[in-house]
Each structure stands twice: as structure tokens, then as C-alpha cells.
């Protein structure tokens, strides 16, 4: 049984399904619609400005996203009190890199920080052995409850209606100004009862539900997910496991809905001329806890002195999660699930993808690279285990999510497999592992503000624009959402200012042969894009934007200022270096005097060290750092955000010249017989390189899937052949 934390967490703060219904409008009236409720957005003789068309992660905040910028809003979800807010894969927000663009949502006002606050039931900071620009948020959800806060900020958000239904087409016509590359506009869309409601723009949100079909073994549905509901009805019956497939408990009355929605809406685009391929993703089996044997099994617990997501909730140090915590557990494969997959896989047994199901084969079916499924882990990486993570789905759920264990094997075959783990031996599977794919637009079809080329008024965001996970859905769709509502003054991120920037430069300009997961290697200024300093990076921009309301903006003010205060406490105590040597620490080469601030760029000083020091010096300003100590500030985020300011000071110069000397670099050329396996990059960089044998370093940067720091070693290497050349060149000018 799952060790027990004290379920009574408290319930008090949720938003009733009462008050959220209240806020739903089924069927859609014209009836008192929404007018902007900000100055400065252009009128409109449509019924309203934007409509959102989705509830999924990317359609929560370009709604929110498109309200708080003024514009009357509207967003179409069928069933909204069960679709808006849903997790469809795993309970959890944030990770390397994610975590980070969560931590850019939310200075930008966005929603999925707050949310994961309030419904975190364990926090951790991941890579917390390297640097702080590397590191990542990321905490476990109680699914109910995130679902709940969520619903519970999209019903506070003014300007905003949500309505209940489906959307099966979009409305155009001739495009009279605008982008000169669009031939149509945007008029309005068509809702499955087949009224119309006009606009002027539309995001579409459609997750993997665009002629999405799901895979439980040879079984087949058209739809985008197996509902989670349907996990927790059945989470109580744990007396024996599930055998059967019921194509009547795949999916539930609005994931058919949207289904059917999204399929005609495919259509619609494929019409247009945007070009559609297939991608594919999975999740693993869900488990009843109780059935489980957690004595075998590695123990995780969380931090002990856990960091929110979001920038509302660092006004001090010591801050608590709402919920109770709890722990995960971890386990691993064995030699016998390798040798059971692979006899699955062998005899032909499981999921068929890339067939003429739908009329979509284009593109194949190329499921995620850094989340594969149990039968691609063994294939690409045989003789090893692999680490399974067993998570807490909530804090009154009886269910286990096993990350790690994704698979699309029949399932009979899933509950054998499942024997072969150490724990799992005779827990019971509620509901069966599956595989969903699905059409996507290539992104190149974009702009940077997520608008498409060929019709004005029409965004895309989340897994339609082919990326894998949450927070890339959320930031996207934040994005677009931001445009939509007001595309004269458009909100667009560049790579040195956020991860947010380089996920968008990347999909518009090299496009994605495969689902696009963020991570930091694929940022070439992460040294200055860490996840503590996202607010100081953005939030200033979503002001000037009018996307920030006044609340976040006052509390930016308040933090900006703490920072500015540290930094010059920082900067102003100083001591000599034969004091800082007298000490143990290095002070300067010079031998002069060195402040806190320069002691903080020597790799393994830390604040304790050098404030200690200059309490014990009684040195000039030491009652400021007393103080700030006294205060507990050591443990602030805000001094914790000087303090990397500070750390990262002197490679912030060396990261710049990096990126000028790539851009001087581009028409240098790769030698032709280039072994890239004798070079130290990743597997993807060594695979996308040695596939397309790219003759020009800026050739090297345009393959999708290569990263930054992978163009960087080429051009180190350019480089040293180039001066062998030279050298050799030489050496037989002299002998001649």
C-alpha cells in the first residue's frame, strides 16, 4: 500500500463546479457578449474578438492570455467542468527546461504556475548537482485538484466566456489587408450545432485530437486521449486486473465530440494547403497503488524546502504548498521485460501505425525521441534496465502513474509484462498503456507570433504546431493568444530573451520531423535564461504589452527592487584579498580588493562563505549583510537571483562572443569526410549531422534537431583542422 501523508489535505480554496458551470454558456447565445474591457483595442462589429478553440493546456492561457489584453474572448471546449484543465499524460508540471517555461508563463501573467502551485502534491529541483541555469522546477499534481485551479482562474478571468460545445470549421474570406502572403482571413468559425459565431481571429488548440486515433494494442479509436475519469472510476476495483478492451469506455461523450470536430477541422486545413504530417505519443498503464509492493522499491521524496512555480508566491522565504506532500517510488526493468517486449514485438503482436487508417500517411508516425515507449528503449538501447517511476496520481486516488513504462502492446501482453518488475509483480492495471497519433501542421507554415502565413487571423498552438508536453503547449499558447487579441502590438520573444523564443524560432524556422520536446542544449544564451530570473527577463515586456495586470506588475516592482538592493550590497562590501586568503578564499589575481560580488564568480564560493567572513571582519556595509541574514534572505529567491547574477557575471561575455563568432562562422565549410562519432556530442546531434552531412556550418544550423552547443563544437573543430591544414601547408613549403 502507498505510504500515507495525512489525506485531509485541505479543499476550502477550490473553485465549486458549481460556480465554474455558472460560467459556461451552453448553447452559445448572442446574447450580452463581452466587449473589450480594455482602451486601445481596436473595435469590432464581430461577436467577439477572439475564439479559442480547445481547453487543453495551450487553449487555457491563449484565452486567459487573449482577455488580459483587452480583447472579448471566447473559449470552445465540449464539456468544459471535465475537459478544461485535464492532464492526459503524466501528473506532473515542470522538469529540465520545461520547468523554465512554465517559470516565462507565469511572468507573463499566464496561469500554469499558479495552478501547479495549489495542486503540487511533491516539489523538486532537478540537476540541482550543476549549475543554476541548468536546473529545473518541477512537482507532482493531484490531477483533480489542478483541474479544479484551473477552472477556478479561467472563471476569474474578465472578458472571458467559456461555451460548451465543439468547433467544426472555420469561417473565411477575401483577405483586404493584413499580411500580404494571405489570400483569406479569418470571419469566424462553425460550431457543431452548426451556428456561426463571427471573429476576427481564431487559435486553434487541438492537442492530439486533429484525426487523432488511439492504439491499445491492435484495438483501435478515433479520438485524442483515453479519459482520466475513467481511470478513477475504476481505481476501486483492484480484486482482479483488466483483460478486456471496451470500446465503450475508450473515450468518453466530449473526447468523441472533439474528435469528430477536430477530424473536419483537419480537413479544412488540409484544404487550405498547409502541409500535414503524422506524429505519435504515448503513455503507460495506470495501476491501483494498493496493489502494489512499495518495500521493493526506491524511495523519492521531495525537497525539503520546496521553490514554487510561480513569481507571486516569492514575496519571502519559507514559502509552503497548499496541499499535503507525498513521495514517489522507483523501480527498474529486468532482463525478463526486455526479453518479453522484445517477443511481443517479434511476433507481431501490438499496436500497427503509419497505415492508410485515415487517409493520412505522409511524414510516417514518429513518436517523442526523449519520452520513447518501452518498446523503442529496448530497441535502441538493448541489454540495459531503465528506471520507472512510480507517481501518485492524488491525494485521495488509489492510482499510480509508472512513468517510463509507455507501450502500446496488447493487453494481455502489458499485464505479463508488468510481472517482470520488481513491486509490480502483482499490482493490477486499471487501465491499459496506449499510443495515440495524430496530424500536425508544420510549423514553417507560421510566423514568429504563431499567426499562419496563409490565413490572417488564424493561430496555432500546442501539439498541432508538432511539439510533445504541457509547457511547451502552455507557452505557445500564451503566445498566441497575446497576438490574436492584438496583432498590431505583438508579443514576440527572441532567443536571447527566453526559452519561450527559441522554442518558437526553432519550429518556425528549421521545423520538426518529430515531436519537439524543449531542453536547455537547444538554447545558445541559457547561461542568462535561468528559471529563477524569468520575470526579470519578461515581465517587463508583458507590461509594456498590457498583458501583465496590475497585481503581478506591483509584485515585479517590489522583487526588482530587493535585487537591485542585494546587488548593491553585493558590490559595495569589499575586503582585501590577503583578508579573503586568510580565509581560505582566493580574493583577487591583482591582490587588490574584492567584494562579495566578485568573491560569488569563483566556482564553489557561496553567499554563507563570503558573508561570514564579512560579519567576522566587521568590514564596511557588514550590518547590511547582518541584516539581510537576520531577515532570512539567504534563503529569498530574490537573493538567490543576485546571487546567480553574480556567478554567472564573468560567462555571460564568453556566451556572446560564442554566438557573434557563429554568426561571422556560417560560410565556413565542414569537411566532407568529417567521422562525426569521433566528436563529443548527443545521439541526436551525431544522428541528424552524420544523416545530412551538412556542407556549410550555417547548413549545420538549420537541421532540425541540432543543437547550439553541437554547431559550437563543429566550428571548435573547423577551426583545428583548418590550422592542421595550415601547418601541414607549411611544412611542405619548407621542404620544397
Sequence with gaps: ?????????????????????????????????????????????????????????????????????????????????????????????????????VREVDALDGLMGKAADAAGIQFRMLNTSKGPAVRGPRAQMDRKLYKQHMQQLLAAVPGLEIV???????????????????????????????????????????????RGVVHVGSKTKAAGRMPSSDTENRSDRTAQASTSFSSARLTDKADAVAAAAAGTLAQTLSDAGFSLSRLKTGTPPRLAADTIDFSQLEHQPGDQNPLPFSFMHMGGPGWRPDSCQVSCFGTRTTAATEAWV??????????????????????????????????????RFPNRTHHVWLEPEGLDSNVIYPNGISNSMEEEDQLQMLKTIPGLEESVMLVPAYAVEYDYVDPREL??????????????????????????????????????????????????????????????????????????????????????????????????LGLVQFQRAAAFAARSTEIAHIHQTLQQVALPTHIWRRHGLPGRPDGGKASLADMLHKPDTTLEQVSAVAIQEETNGCDQVASMIADGALQHPSTATAVYDCFYQPYLARQQQEVAQLKRDEALVVPVDLDYTSLQLSGEDREKLSAARPRTLAQAQRIPGV??????????????????????QRQQLQVS
Excluded: W
Design 447 to 544: 510566423q514568429a507570433t504563431l499567426e499562419t502565413k496563409r490565413i490572417q487571423g488564424l493561430y496555432l498552438a500546442g501539439q498541432i504546431n508538432g511539439t510533445t508536453g504541457y509547457e511547451e503547449a502552455a507557452a505557445q499558447g500564451l503566445v498566441a493568444g497575446a497576438n490574436a487579441a492584438a496583432p498590431e502590438e505583438p508579443l514576440i520573444i527572441s532567443r536571447s530573451e527566453g526559452y519561450t523564443g527559441v522554442l518558437l524560432d526553432d519550429l518556425i524556422n528549421r521545423g520538426t520531423a518529430e515531436p519537439y520536446r524543449m531542453l536547455s542544449a537547444r538554447a545558445e544564451f541559457r547561461l542568462s535564461l535561468r528559471p529563477d530570473n524569468a520575470d526579470c527577463r519578461l515581465t517587463p515586456l508583458g507590461i509594456q
Design 1 to 101: 500500500m502507498l505510504p500515507a501523508c495525512g489525506r485531509a489535505a485541505s479543499r476550502s480554496h477550490m473553485c465549486s463546479s458549481e460556480v465554474f458551470r455558472a460560467r459556461c454558456i451552453s448553447p452559445y447565445t448572442r446574447l450580452g457578449r463581452l466587449r473589450p474591457v480594455h482602451s486601445g483595442v481596436r473595435a469590432s462589429s464581430k461577436d467577439v474578438d477572439v475564439v479559442i478553440v480547445g481547453g487543453g493546456h495551450a487553449g487555457c492561457e491563449a484565452a486567459a492570455a487573449s482577455a488580459r489584453r483587452g480583447a472579448s474572448t471566447l473559449l470552445v471546449t465540449p464539456r468544459p467542468e471535465a475537459s478544461i484543465g485535464e492532464m492526459s499524460c503524466n501528473p506532473s508540471i515542470g522538469g529540465l527546461a520545461k520547468g523554465t517555461l
Design 164 to 210: 460548451d460545445g465543439a468547433v467544426t470549421n472555420v469561417l473565411l474570406e477575401a483577405n483586404h489587408g493584413g499580411s500580404a502572403s494571405a489570400n483569406k482571413a479569418i470571419a469566424g468559425i462553425m460550431l457543431a450545432s452548426g451556428e456561426h459565431i463571427t471573429c476576427r481571429s481564431v487559435v486553434i488548440t487541438t492537442g492530439t485530437f486533429l
Design 707 to 728: 543543437t547550439p552547443q553541437a554547431v559550437v563544437l563543429l566550428l571548435q573543430m573547423i577551426k583545428r583542422h583548418q590550422l592542421v591544414q595550415t601547418v601541414q
Design 342 to 379: 522484445n517477443e511481443c514485438v517479434a511476433s507481431g503482436r501490438g499496436a500497427k501505425f503509419g497505415v492508410d487508417m485515415l487517409g493520412v500517411t505522409q511524414g510516417g508516425c514518429i513518436e517523442p525521441r526523449y519520452c520513447p515507449s518501452l518498446e523503442t528503449k529496448f530497441r
